[in-house]
């Protein structure tokens, strides 16, 4: 899935110091979180589509983290992690743009859990 390799080179390519920077690329976490039952379902084609998109991405020049598909993914997990503003970012968006119940709302741990 493209919005899988989108978050994890834009969160390893992220420089919030550029007039560019756009925090609404959390919605990429909250969207995978909230496709976690079809990705559940269909997981060795879930797999493989992230992979051959993170592979695609890697061929383009701003997209390019210089590494591997899972060490990408573990150094943008650990960097969601780490980084408590990508929190704040993410309940901003899900605030403004969710039309959940709150009961149904996906918050940024079980995002992050998710996306682990």
Request: hydrophobic fraction near 35%.
């Given at each position: 899935m493209a919005c899988f390799s989108a978050l994890t080179w834009r969160v390893?390519?992220?420089?919030?110091?550029?007039?560019n920077d756009?925090?609404?690329m959390i919605r990429h976490l909250h969207d995978l979180s909230a496709l976690s039952a079809v990705i559940d379902?269909?997981?060795?084609?879930?797999?493989?589509?992230?992979i051959s998109s993170f592979d695609e991405?890697?061929?383009?020049?701003?997209?390019?983290?210089g590494k591997?598909?899972?060490?990408?993914?573990?150094?943008a997990l650990k960097t969601l992690k780490d980084d408590k503003l990508y929190e704040e970012e993410y309940s901003q968006f899900v605030d403004a743009m969710s039309y959940a119940d709150e009961e149904d709302m996906i918050d940024f741990k079980?995002?992050?859990a998710n996306f682990a």
């Amino acid at each position: 899935m493209a919005c899988f390799s989108a978050l994890t080179w834009r969160v390893l390519k992220r420089d919030r110091r550029d007039k560019n920077d756009d925090p609404g690329m959390i919605r990429h976490l909250h969207d995978l979180s909230a496709l976690s039952a079809v990705i559940d379902n269909e997981k060795d084609l879930f797999i493989s589509t992230a992979i051959s998109s993170f592979d695609e991405d890697q061929k383009t020049g701003n997209r390019d983290t210089g590494k591997g598909f899972s060490e990408s993914l573990n150094e943008a997990l650990k960097t969601l992690k780490d980084d408590k503003l990508y929190e704040e970012e993410y309940s901003q968006f899900v605030d403004a743009m969710s039309y959940a119940d709150e009961e149904d709302m996906i918050d940024f741990k079980g995002a992050l859990a998710n996306f682990a």
